[in-house]
């Protein structure tokens, strides 16, 4: 027997099923966003709630403002002699670890100051400045960053941290090598412009004027040379002299400035993020409620 009951067309059979399909999803996202948005629309279809829930989040935040530790924080810029050698900033990283373990006994005895005083310290973070940012392969100069509870001990924590970082053995031997070099260096150019102020002894003694003014040597002197070499050996002397005033591994070029404003609590950080915490409730809230 004929079996004459209607045919359904495949076809249609995919288009119905994709449809479905996609009415499902846009119910899923429509439940989603729904869940996400609510402490939103709670908030700000509620002027009651917002009201509230801005009075709550400023006199909580005005309260920790008041309440809670000040921490100052102040920045100085020093620049490395050698700019290859990194060997500074794990001096700084290891400083910075002990200063957030609240390690202050260590902390002070690298520091070469009063525990009491290491304990006021929170953070000494670092940031390098390179000469070429995108490149990142020569140091300019390196900003520390201090965190204390106290606003007026950041000048002797400067001098601490640029002594702990040049007293190190690393640094130290790399001194005293500069320094032996241009105490060297100094002692050879003073011995040669003691034999060229004998040569313009000499030159001086043998010297006769003539009868028009001018002058007959008795040696071969050329009495040009000499001048210009004594006054060559002079700069050069005043130059390594120089040198000596500034031979240490690190040179402070921005000096730390201590702020009165703490860097934390502050109101402006506080009260956003209790405003946040608020949304974050209402969320859970609802998200149990469903």
């Known amino acids: 027997m004929e079996d004459n009951s209607p045919k359904r067309n495949s076809f249609n059979d995919d288009e119905f099923d994709i449809e479905l399909l996609f009415q499902k999803l846009n119910r899923i996202n429509k439940k989603i966003w729904f869940k996400l948005t609510f402490p939103f629309r709670v908030l700000f279809f509620n002027t009651k709630i917002l009201l509230i829930t801005f009075i709550m989040c400023g006199v909580i935040s005005a309260a920790l403002r008041f309440t809670l530790p000040k921490y100052y924080s102040a920045t100085f810029i020093y620049e490395p002699t050698l700019k290859?050698?990194?060997?500074?900033?794990?001096?700084?990283?290891?400083?910075?670890?002990?200063?957030?373990e609240n390690n202050s006994a260590t902390a002070s005895k690298l520091l070469s100051i009063d525990e009491n005083l290491a304990a006021k310290v929170s953070r000494a973070k670092h940031e390098v400045l390179y000469k070429n940012e995108f490149r990142k392969d020569t140091i300019a100069s390196v900003e520390v960053l201090v965190i204390a509870d106290d606003n007026t001990v950041f000048d002797t924590l400067e001098q601490a941290i640029l002594r702990y970082l040049g007293t190190s053995p690393h640094y130290k031997k790399l001194h005293d090598m500069r320094q032996a070099e241009l105490n060297t260096m100094e002692e050879k150019l003073l011995q040669d412009i003691e034999y060229n102020d004998s040569l313009k002894r000499t030159l001086a003694a043998n010297t006769t004027p003539r009868g028009n003014g001018g002058f007959v040597y008795g040696e071969p002197i050329d009495p040009v040379r000499v001048y210009e070499s004594g006054i060559n050996l002079t700069q050069k002397l005043i130059s390594i002299r120089s040198q000596k005033q500034f031979i240490n591994n690190f040179e402070l070029v921005k000096p730390v400035v201590a702020k009165n404003k703490p860097y934390f609590p502050r109101f402006i950080i506080l009260f956003p993020a209790l405003f946040g915490i608020c949304l974050i409730i209402l969320f859970v809230y609802n998200h149990k409620r469903m």
Request: glycine letters at 0%.
């Open 84 to 100: 290859s050698d990194l060997f500074h900033l794990d001096l700084l990283k290891d400083l910075d670890i002990l200063l957030k």
